[in-house]
């Protein structure tokens, strides 16, 4: 069993440059969400998705798109990379009454 | 939204021993409250969760009390061993899914 897979693990980006983060499931989980884990902050919600077709905002949304094209992949875009998006990426999903799987995270880094 | 609080944000036991974090939330509306362990360079993975018509669950050395009348929720591990160190973090949602986080507990066990 995969569970959730993201990629890159690690990135580098300039100030500017854009990025996507990429997630899949293989659980057909309909649930999937995007947080950022920065230090003793927790993680802190960005995006989410209840199905195929259907996104919405979490806490901290600025600066990041997502689509949900179909059930299995949820990627993040990031368009213009700046200092403060420097963070460890997690995606998670859920299926119904079902606890949240997490990837192991990205660590992106933007100097 | 939920607020959650977690603490303490630090905890260092001597092997055997037990440890106690607690966390407190706002939203009263929420039933739901999983407890994430997340180790070093992995994403967090759920150890046990309680619902809101539950007082108390157990789970070998681990065990989750929630007081709902208070709105806080504890997790207890018993005699401590060097694998439970890692970050823990409480969690609580209204609806088993978009799940507001603290700001989670770094647990050091000690030989």
């Known amino acids: 069993n995969a569970g959730v897979t993201q990629t890159p693990k690690f990135r580098i980006l300039k100030i500017g440059q854009s990025m996507t983060l990429q997630c899949a499931q293989d659980?057909?989980?309909?649930?999937m969400y995007w947080y950022r884990q920065d230090p003793g902050m927790g993680l802190k919600l960005i995006y989410y998705?209840?199905?195929?077709?259907?996104?919405d905002k979490g806490e901290v949304p600025n600066g990041y798109n997502v689509s949900r094209s179909t059930t299995e992949d949820f990627p993040l875009r990031l368009e213009l990379a700046a200092p403060s998006q420097t963070s460890v990426y997690f995606c998670?999903?859920?299926?119904?009454?079902?606890?949240?799987?997490f990837g192991q995270g990205t660590r992106l880094t933007v100097v | 939204g939920e607020n959650v609080e977690q603490h303490p944000s630090t905890l260092s036991v001597q092997e055997g021993d037990s440890a106690v974090i607690k966390c407190t939330y706002s939203?009263?509306?929420?039933?739901?409250f999983p407890w994430y362990k997340q180790e070093l360079g992995k994403g967090p993975q759920l150890i046990i969760d309680i619902r809101s018509n539950v007082g108390e669950k157990k789970d070998q050395r681990i065990a989750v009390t929630l007081n709902k009348t208070a709105k806080h929720f504890s997790l207890h591990i018993t005699e401590t061993q060097p694998e439970d160190s890692a970050v823990y973090f409480c969690a609580a949602s209204r609806n088993d899914y978009k799940l507001s986080f603290g700001a989670g507990t770094t647990v050091t066990v000690r030989a």
């Open positions: 939203d009263s509306a929420s039933n739901y």
């Open positions: 659980m057909n989980h309909n649930y």
């Open positions: 998705s209840v199905g195929a077709g259907i996104t």
């Open positions: 998670a999903s859920t299926g119904e009454g079902t606890e949240a799987f």
